[in-house]
């Protein structure tokens, strides 16, 4: 029996996770130990934790770490603790491999944490490019210690090879965002207007905007500019949903609350939709706006236009669906009623989506459940000739 522990510290990484997980569950041979922490065990992002309860997955530990999120400190903090914490967690769970997706500050202490404990990693999402976040930094390092790689396009697959990976441990898999498009049964336009309290057939733009780590702008600033631009369009109502436990992501969160409460007749806050409404709400939406990775990696695939904000996703390889902006109001207007026009929407509707491949959870569990973890874990550096 090999047992795999999953590592998941927020809703979008665990709704990506999802569809891996169940696939593993249903492998005889192998054990699967869920380790939640970060902002799901907080109750200012939601408690997300309760969301995979309700899904009957099994949750082995629950870790919490989080402190003050609004403060670089809190971030900082937050790592220190998680590096203790998560260290203790795997010493008790003593899984063959620890599961990883992405790129944020949570999944760096626990790759640490594994690292330190001679546990193997198996990494997902590596080789991406985010020049607006300091998550790059963490996604780069957590590839260097990790032993399996899945990423989700072959320039990625080139970039982590480049780093010195054996090509024999990468995959180009596609994203388990993209599955979760084919295979989550989403709500239908009426369905999805009523769980976000909207009026039948009222349009309206989903957004959803981070802290981008690396702007030269406060998060302050980079919302206001976002909501001047947001209230121009006013036969749309705005969904909008949480920042991430970024440093500046609970000011934007309030703001963001405030604003709903001032005014329901055009925006709509929810600190978290889950994975179906989620989708569903991005379906049936005139667009996408804000910084968010699904907006670039799932959205595409969903034939809707998306409005990248801001330098925080810059580097990731996009769809023709997604028209990228500057930070300032104007800007974002501009490129809000690009993605509005007929001629956009017909585009987006027919868009390939670079991230689109098919079975990309069963490859992942191919090599998960089969490969020799003893000669793996045995890493060199791979030097391109």
């Known amino acids: 029996m090999r047992t795999i522990c999953i590592f998941t510290g927020t809703r979008a990484e665990y709704g990506l996770l999802r569809p891996l997980i169940r696939a593993l569950e249903r492998e005889s041979e ?7 922490t970060g902002s799901h065990c907080a109750d200012t992002h939601g408690a997300t934790w309760r969301e995979i309860a309700e899904d009957g997955i099994a949750v082995h530990e629950r870790i919490e770490v989080l ?3 609004a403060t670089h400190a809190g971030v ?8 203790i914490r998560y260290g203790d967690a795997l010493m008790r769970i003593a899984p063959d491999l620890l599961v990883l997706l992405g790129d944020r500050y949570e999944a760096f202490s626990a790759a640490a944490a594994a690292t330190v404990c001679t546990i193997p990693i198996a990494h997902l999402h590596g080789g991406e490019l985010t020049y607006g976040a300091i998550d790059d930094s963490f996604r780069h390092a957590i590839t260097k210690m990790s032993h399996l790689h899945f990423a989700s396009t072959d320039a990625y697959r ?15 898999v596609g994203a388990l965002g993209v599955e979760n498009v084919r295979s989550v049964e989403l709500h239908d336009e009426y369905e999805t207007a009523r769980r ?13 905007f981070h802290p981008a780590t690396r702007s030269a702008l406060s998060a302050e600033d980079q919302l206001d500019a976002l909501l001047d631009a947001l209230d121009r369009f006013e036969d749309h109502v705005v969904v909008v949903t949480g920042a991430n436990a970024d440093a500046g992501g609970l000011s934007i969160n309030r ?5 709903a409460a001032r005014n329901p007749e055009r925006y709509r806050f929810f600190m978290s939709l889950g994975t179906q409404l989620y989708l569903s709400a991005a379906r049936h939406a005139s667009a996408v706006v804000g910084n968010s990775s699904s907006a670039i990696i799932e959205v595409p695939s969903l034939g809707v236009p998306s409005v990248d904000i801001g330098p925080r996703q810059a580097g990731r390889v996009r769809a023709e669906s997604v028209i990228s ?20 929407r017909d585009l987006a509707a ?15 569990v191919r090599e998960l459940v089969s490969r020799d973890l003893t000669a793996m874990s045995l890493k060199t550096f791979h030097d391109r000739c």
């Not at 703001?255 to 604003?259: F, K």
């Not at 800007?331 to 956009?344: C, K, S, W």
């Open 76 to 83: 900082y903090t937050a790592m220190g603790l998680g590096m």
């Open 158 to 172: 080139d970039r982590i090879i480049q780093l010195g990976e054996d090509p024999d441990c990468v995959f180009a």
């Open 30 to 36: 192998i054990a699967v130990r869920l380790l939640v």
């Open 350 to 364: 027919r868009a390939a989506n670079p991230y689109d491949r098919p079975g990309t959870s069963a490859k992942i």
């Open 196 to 208: 976000l309290r909207l009026e039948p057939r009222q349009p309206y733009l989903l957004a959803t």
């Open 325 to 344: 902006c500057g930070e300032d109001s104007a800007r974002i207007v501009e490129a809000i009623r690009q993605a509005l026009t007929p001629g956009f």
């Open 67 to 69: 402190m003050d999120s």
């Open 255 to 259: 703001r963001l609350a405030e604003r």
